[in-house]
T-cell receptor, first 113, second 112 residues
């Protein structure tokens, strides 16, 4: 089975530190998005890319979050500086124009202390 | 933009009973409706989907129905088993450059 690979799986960091999460989408998929999941907010869309172009990042706190796709095999989500309220599970998912469902990665569980 | 409402937020059933989760959407142009199952501590996984040119789709114990006029779609699970316990998310999409919209999830608990 083709998989979306996310690294790291777990990250514990101190407040104020930079955090970078990486995602390798499935080869051939042209849509990639980042979601944040918390108990209180459910799945929150942070960023959405189609053919590597960012289409929507309105759900992302711009002052500290940034998302990029430097090439078709890598998507990154960066938080700088990190805050305790950023503690959550961050999922990356990829799909083919969204019409055949999305495959989610295993997620990065981020804890900011 | 699209708005997806999902109900109920929690559903508790006895093993062997049926479970129904309902989602409504606002954008009549949405044409693809997937359902995801997320077990505790794991990733959401696609379990079934339906497109706007179909009214119903079945896969063993799960089925999805779509009512385009009323703009709602539902997930039906028959003969529930404890391993069906999970959070289920619905979504609505138009494909292409349009952003998929997820419901807030339903926590299904199946009691043995």
């Amino acid at each position: 089975d083709a998989r979306v690979t996310q690294t790291p799986r777990h990250k514990v960091t101190e407040m104020g530190q930079e955090v970078t999460m990486r995602c390798q989408p499935i080869l051939g998929h042209n849509t990639v998005f980042w979601y944040r999941q918390t108990m209180m907010q459910g799945l929150e869309l942070l960023a959405y890319f189609r053919n590597r172009a960012p289409l929507d990042d309105s759900g992302m706190p711009k002052d500290r979050f940034s998302a990029e796709m430097p090439d078709a095999t890598l998507a990154t989500l960066k938080i700088q500086p990190s805050e305790p309220r950023d503690s959550a599970v961050y999922f990356c998912a990829s799909g083919l124009d969204g019409l055949y469902g999305y495959t989610f990665g295993s997620g990065t569980r981020l804890t900011v202390v | 933009g699209e708005n997806v409402e999902q109900h109920p937020s929690t559903l508790s059933v006895q093993e062997g009973d049926s479970a129904v989760i309902k989602c409504t959407y606002s954008d009549s142009a949405s044409n693809y409706f997937p359902w995801y199952k997320q077990e505790l501590g794991k990733r959401p996984q696609l379990i079934i989907d339906i497109r706007s040119n179909v009214g119903e789709k079945k896969d063993q114990r799960i089925a999805v129905t779509l009512n385009k006029t009323a703009k709602h779609f539902s997930l039906h699970i028959t003969e529930t088993q404890p391993e069906d316990s999970a959070v289920y998310f619905c979504a609505a999409s138009k494909g292409g450059s349009y952003i998929p919209t997820f419901g807030r999830g339903t926590s299904l608990i199946v009691h043995p």
